[in-house]
């Protein structure tokens, strides 16, 4: 067959130049501009004409020359499979600048040159290379040998391609990253690098892509080889239907649209005010944007929650809707309210859904691929209501970066193309003000004088419950003291309301009731101070935030037990009988943390997990202002580079010691590298250098 002659769509080229560009910028190294590259064959006679340029350039090494037999039988399926790929006339849909086979080859060789013989590499190597080789040898079943695949197996089979290429860069740039004295200690500490380097977040979310394209290529290779299928339509139809959605999910990498304290964001009945003339207007103008903007923990995102179920009573509303949130990583950048906002509005009809399946790739698209691709659903929609709640709580970087990108394109649209009407809460900082002045509607919530009667509304209701068994005219002395002071804010009052739970007799409440902070910065400094400054609780509450604070996911209520329980030596932990994590964690963490529900994509279960109460909460944990204050609050204070260094000292800690934490080892395994950086590698060299290690 002239393979040459087949129809390859020329989107195949242009994925696999993308995935040569990508291994340039991870690796800093074009494939075939290194010196190992002439050695590599463009067409093979055999598996062990490339095994054998293999061993003659790692021969150097002496771990390879008294392990290099196994190594090379791990690597063996990669090459069988890019022969195959040479062989089978894949080469026709790559780049004939840098055809698939030979490119493997060589960044396996650039992967080879960069473990640099160090054996704890070579180790997680193998364990890398032997997850690979059954996924590759699922497709190498279904090619032959100078017969070209049909051109739906030859789509998966160079997705495939690319995905093996990228793995080996984020392998090689692993490989590449650990200089100095730091990086042997973590070497030596995690005994063969297994937990650390096969658990990187990225290695392993390329290899569920990688299966998961492995896995598409049965249906496929079906077709080629002429069984009829129509026997099996109904079960085909069945497994799209309910897998269609999760595979745009996933390629778009959208975090799911409830965010955590999803019901504490609710309350029936409330916010009824809010649906006048006003917000009808918003509704019926062309284009409109309502920016409502008010202080923290006035309860903006409990509006919001109400705004979304009163869209959603009306079944012709296209909504799509995205809650920042500072205590989930997965929804604190741009790109995860677009990809959001794609997927929403890409599976919300028959018409949208087959314009996303259409530009489905390999790879997730980028911020910069995701706008046009939410232009085009706005327009192809029609009329599209888009919320966006917790604006503020997106890191102000990435403002920078995206939240003005993000306007520009919706409202670049030609007018008559377009329909969309955009509603976005936030406190009113600088940038968010620039972007907003000129919008169609507005709103000041501390303005709206129904929102306060819904503050007194709360106030009542909560004060109606038995623990605060008082007379009737303490309650009214407690509710006018708190209307007073609460400026509006809900979250002040929870706190003073917790805090008056304790008060017994009507001398104890105008005791408390003379003493409240008067707003959350006061409140908060009230509540650290209550801890004893003389026990060693102090550091581990620190300790505590800080992992809260800088974790790359919500951290499980089992987790944050070892991480409090942990000694100040990081070697050991105490031994607590604890029946209850939850009600342990909130009695000794004061009240600035709770727990909720949070659904974890990676395992598919739902784990009851800790965050701050409040945004303003770990804000206020990270002020500098903290730093020089006279009161005890001071000890708790924190930044950025301190949270992670504090969290990558505790990972280690667990990949050391891992049968004394079995809990934050799995968050360890999967983690550890995204806390140590060059900035930090220092400190936790010294760290480490304080303890005993061995291979």
Same mark, same amino acid.
């Given at each position: 067959?002239?393979?040459?002659?087949?129809?390859?769509?020329r989107?195949?080229a242009?994925? #696999?130049?993308?995935a &040569?560009?990508?291994?340039? *910028?991870?690796?800093?190294?074009?494939l075939?501009g290194?010196?190992?590259?002439?050695?590599?064959?463009?067409?093979?006679?055999s598996?062990?004409?490339?095994?054998?340029?293999?061993?003659?350039?790692?021969?150097?090494?002496?771990?390879?020359?008294?392990? /290099?037999?196994?190594?090379?039988?791990?690597?063996?399926?990669?090459?069988?499979?890019?022969?195959? @790929?040479?062989?089978?006339?894949?080469?026709?849909?790559?780049?004939?600048k840098?055809?698939?086979?030979?490119a493997?080859?060589?960044a396996?060789g650039?992967l080879?040159?960069?473990t640099?013989g @160090?054996?704890?590499?070579?180790?997680?190597?193998?364990?890398?290379?032997?997850? =690979?080789?059954?996924?590759?040898?699922?497709?190498?079943?279904?090619?032959r040998?100078?017969a070209?695949?049909a051109?739906?197996?030859?789509n =998966?089979?160079?997705?495939?391609?690319?995905?093996?290429?990228?793995?080996?860069a984020?392998?090689?740039?692993?490989?590449?990253?650990?200089?100095?004295?730091?990086?042997?200690s973590?070497l030596?500490?995690?005994?063969?690098?297994?937990h650390?380097?096969?658990?990187?977040?990225?290695i392993?979310?390329?290899?569920?892509?990688?299966?998961?394209?492995?896995?598409?290529?049965?249906?496929?290779?079906?077709?080629e080889?002429?069984?009829?299928v129509?026997d099996f339509?109904?079960?085909?139809?069945?497994?799209?239907?309910?897998? @269609?959605?999760?595979?745009?999910r996933?390629?778009?990498n959208?975090?799911?649209?409830?965010p !955590?304290? #999803?019901?504490?964001?609710?309350?029936?009945?409330?916010? $009824?005010?809010?649906?006048? +003339?006003?917000?009808?207007?918003w509704?019926? $103008?062309?284009?409109?944007v309502?920016?409502?903007?008010?202080?923290a /923990?006035?309860?903006?995102?409990?509006?919001?929650?109400?705004?979304?179920?009163?869209?959603?009573?009306?079944?012709?509303?296209?909504l799509?809707?995205?809650y920042?949130?500072?205590?989930?990583?997965?929804?604190?950048?741009?790109?995860?309210?677009?990809a959001? *906002?794609?997927?929403?509005?890409?599976?919300?009809?028959?018409?949208?859904?087959?314009?996303?399946q /259409?530009?489905?790739?390999?790879?997730?698209?980028t911020?910069?691929e995701?706008?046009?691709?939410l232009s085009?659903?706005?327009?192809?929609?029609?009329?599209?209501?888009?919320?966006?709640?917790?604006l503020d709580?997106c890191? +102000?970087?990435?403002?920078?970066?995206?939240?003005?990108r993000?306007?520009?394109?919706?409202?670049?649209?030609d007018s008559?193309?377009?329909?969309?009407? &955009?509603?976005?809460?936030?406190?009113?900082?600088?940038?968010? #003000?620039?972007?907003?002045?000129?919008?169609?509607?507005?709103?000041?919530?501390?303005?709206?004088?129904?929102?306060?009667?819904?503050?007194?509304?709360?106030?009542?209701?909560?004060?109606?419950?038995?623990?605060?068994?008082?007379?009737?005219d303490?309650?009214?002395?407690?509710?006018?003291?708190?209307?007073?002071?609460?400026?509006g804010?809900f979250? #002040?009052?929870?706190?003073?309301l917790?805090?008056?739970?304790?008060?017994?007799?009507?001398?104890d409440?105008?005791r408390?009731?003379?003493e409240?902070?008067a707003?959350?910065?006061?409140?908060?400094?009230?509540? *650290?101070?209550?801890?004893?400054?003389?026990?060693?609780q102090?550091?581990?509450?620190r300790?505590?935030?800080?992992?809260?604070?800088?974790?790359?996911?919500?951290?499980?209520?089992?987790?944050?037990?070892e991480?409090?329980? &942990?000694?100040?030596?990081?070697? %050991?932990?105490?031994?607590?009988?604890?029946?209850?994590? +939850?009600?342990?964690?909130?009695?000794?963490?004061?009240?600035l943390?709770?727990?909720?529900?949070?659904?974890y994509?990676r395992?598919g279960?739902?784990?009851?997990? @800790?965050?701050f109460?409040?945004?303003s909460?770990?804000?206020f944990?990270?002020?500098?202002?903290?730093r020089?204050?006279?009161?005890?609050?001071?000890r708790?204070?924190?930044?950025?580079?301190?949270?992670?260094?504090?969290l990558?000292?505790t %990972? *280690?800690a667990?990949?050391d010691?891992?049968?004394? !934490?079995?809990?934050?080892?799995?968050y360890a395994?999967?983690?550890?590298?995204?806390?140590?950086?060059?900035?930090?590698?220092?400190d936790?060299?010294?760290?480490?250098?304080?303890?005993?290690?061995?291979?």
């Open positions: 067959m002239d393979n040459k002659k087949t129809p390859y769509p989107d195949l242009e994925l #696999w130049d993308a &040569l560009q990508r291994h340039e *910028l991870e690796t800093g190294t074009k075939l290194t010196a190992i590259a002439k050695h590599y064959p463009l067409h093979p006679t598996d062990d004409e490339v095994l054998a340029i293999f061993a003659a350039q790692s021969k150097s090494f002496e771990t390879f020359r008294s392990r /290099g037999g196994k190594l090379l039988a791990v690597l063996k399926p990669v090459v069988h499979f890019a022969c195959l @790929v040479i062989d089978s006339g894949a080469e026709a849909a790559a780049s004939m840098a055809p698939g086979g030979k493997i080859f060589v396996v650039v080879l040159q960069a640099k @160090v054996s704890a590499l070579y180790d997680a190597i193998e364990h890398l290379f032997q997850e =690979i080789a059954p996924l590759l040898n699922r497709i190498a079943t279904h090619l040998p100078s070209a695949p051109p739906a197996l030859m =998966i089979l160079v997705q495939t391609c690319v995905q093996v290429l990228e793995i080996l984020m392998t090689t740039k692993y490989c590449n990253s650990g200089t100095g004295h730091a990086w042997s973590i030596r500490r995690t005994k063969d690098c297994l650390s380097f096969t658990g990187d977040s990225r392993k979310a390329a290899l569920e892509k990688l299966d998961h394209l492995t896995k598409n290529e049965l249906l496929e290779a079906v077709a080889i002429g069984v009829t129509r339509q109904p079960q085909i139809q069945f497994i799209a239907d309910r897998t @269609v959605v999760r595979d745009l996933d390629w778009l959208s975090p799911k649209e409830q !955590l304290n #999803w019901e504490k964001k609710r309350r029936t009945g409330s916010c $009824q005010w809010f649906f006048n +003339e006003t917000f009808d207007s509704k019926e $103008q062309k284009n409109g309502y920016w409502i903007y008010g202080k /923990g006035a309860g903006k995102s409990v509006l919001c929650s109400s705004i979304i179920d009163k869209l959603k009573e009306d079944p012709t509303v296209k799509a809707y995205f920042f949130d500072f205590s989930d990583p997965t929804k604190q950048d741009c790109r995860s309210l677009a959001s *906002l794609v997927f929403q509005l890409g599976t919300c009809s028959e018409a949208c859904q087959k314009y996303l /259409g530009k489905t790739k390999s790879t997730s698209p911020y910069d995701l706008l046009p691709m085009d659903l706005v327009k192809l929609a029609g009329p599209v209501y888009i919320v966006i709640d917790a709580e890191p +102000e970087r990435e403002r920078d970066k995206g939240s003005a993000f306007l520009e394109h919706l409202c670049e649209l008559n193309e377009k329909d969309f009407h &955009l509603l976005v809460t936030s406190r009113p900082e600088a940038d968010i #003000w620039t972007l907003f002045s000129s919008v169609t509607h507005a709103l000041n919530y501390h303005d709206a004088q129904r929102h306060h009667e819904d503050v007194d509304a709360y106030i009542r209701s909560q004060l109606d419950r038995k623990e605060y068994c008082w007379s009737s303490v309650k009214e002395a407690v509710r006018g003291t708190l209307m007073r002071g609460s400026n804010m979250l #002040w009052v929870d706190l003073q917790s805090r008056l739970r304790g008060c017994v007799s009507s001398a409440v105008e408390a009731l003379k409240l902070p707003d959350l910065t006061a409140t908060y400094e009230h509540i *650290l101070e209550k801890i004893d400054p003389s026990s060693p102090t550091e581990r509450v300790r505590v935030f800080e992992c809260v604070a800088s974790a790359m996911r919500p951290l499980f209520t089992n987790e944050v037990v991480i409090y329980t &942990l000694n100040t030596d990081l070697r %050991s932990s105490d031994d607590m009988n604890i029946n209850d994590s +939850e009600t342990f964690i909130l009695e000794r963490c004061t009240g943390l709770n727990i909720s529900d949070w659904f994509r395992d279960q739902v784990h009851r997990s @800790v965050q109460i409040h945004f909460a770990k804000e944990l990270m002020s500098p202002a903290l020089d204050t006279k009161n005890l609050a001071h708790y204070r924190f930044d950025e580079y301190t949270a992670n260094l504090t990558s000292k %990972s *280690l667990a990949l010691v891992a049968p004394a !934490l079995p809990s934050i080892l799995v395994d999967s983690h550890w590298r995204d806390h140590v950086s060059h900035q930090n590698e220092l936790l060299d010294n760290s480490l250098g304080k303890h005993p290690t061995g291979l």
